[in-house]
């Protein structure tokens, strides 16, 4: 089993700067990818970046550029520059050991009770 902590959420103007961590407490051999997605109400829940455990990572294409997705060990932290209004949403934190860094919700295993993350224009 794996518990995952999520921290640094909160309200920012456009424009400005978040950085979310993910702390992995259990068995974190099953933490080789991990990965943020985000859902923001009345949509579906979205892949927004992941790595790997050897650093290979990947990113939605609409933070392409403005987010850096990065790996420690049991810990990830995705840094958020240039936000945007619609990147306001509920973020979480997944972990597992997919084929390969995915995007996909359903190839996780373990999640994060969420962070909120609110951009105002």
């Known amino acids: 089993q794996v518990h995952l902590v999520e921290s640094g959420g909160g309200s920012v103007q456009a424009g400005g700067s978040l950085r979310l961590s993910c702390a992995a407490f259990?068995?974190?051999?099953?933490?080789?990818?991990m990965a943020w997605f985000r859902q923001a109400p009345g949509k579906e829940r979205e892949g927004v970046a992941c790595v790997a455990g050897n650093g290979g990572t990947s990113y939605a294409d609409s933070v392409k550029g403005r987010f850096t997705i990065s790996k420690d060990n049991a810990k990830s932290t995705l840094l958020m520059n240039s936000l945007k209004p619609e990147d306001t949403a509920m973020y979480y934190c997944a972990a597992g050991t997919p084929p390969l860094c995915s995007l996909t919700a359903r190839r996780y295993n373990y999640w994060g009770q969420g962070t909120q993350v609110t951009v105002s224009s």
């Open positions: 259990g068995d974190t051999y099953s933490t080789y990818y």
